[in-house]
């Protein structure tokens, strides 16, 4: 892992984003709430937040963070659906990995639940929109 033992702590935000592609007939199926599974959108949230706050253990060099903040919207869209995270922490490096799981998390949740009516779906997109605090300050992802 990288030093950052000789930062300060400030306060960090990170807003990641992502998208889920599904077939017409799929997507039908997940909005009415009608998936073997249950539903899909509040799922996937739950399992965004979960993943948030436990990207250190799934990737090796990320430092463990104290998060103060997680919130994980994962809203229909006419093809599929959108998701976005937002982390906020207070600490000595940023929370772009933490957000950019949450969103991979969430959409491979939905990828988990609506497989049986869709194998076809396609994840993309994933990408850091925002990120401020530290150093750097505020920054917009392109």
Do not use: N, W
Request: proline share 4%; charged share 25%; with cysteine.
């Amino acid at each position: 892992m990288v030093d950052v033992s000789a930062k300060p702590v400030t306060a960090r935000e990170a807003v990641a984003r992502g998208r889920i592609r599904i077939a017409p007939a799929a997507l039908s199926l997940a909005r009415r709430g009608r998936l073997p599974k249950g539903g899909v959108a509040e799922v996937a949230r739950l399992a965004g937040i979960l993943a948030a706050k436990r990207t250190a253990e799934a990737i090796p060099l990320c430092h463990p963070l104290p998060l103060t903040h997680v919130d994980v919207d994962v809203s229909a869209r006419r093809d599929g659906f959108e998701i976005e995270a937002r982390v906020r922490t207070q600490a000595r490096t940023g929370a772009e990995m933490e957000a950019l799981h949450a969103v991979a998390v969430a959409a491979l949740t939905v990828y988990d639940m609506v497989k049986a009516a869709d194998r076809a779906m396609t994840i993309t997109d994933i990408r850091l929109v925002r990120k401020s605090g530290g150093k750097s300050g505020a920054d917009t992802a392109r």
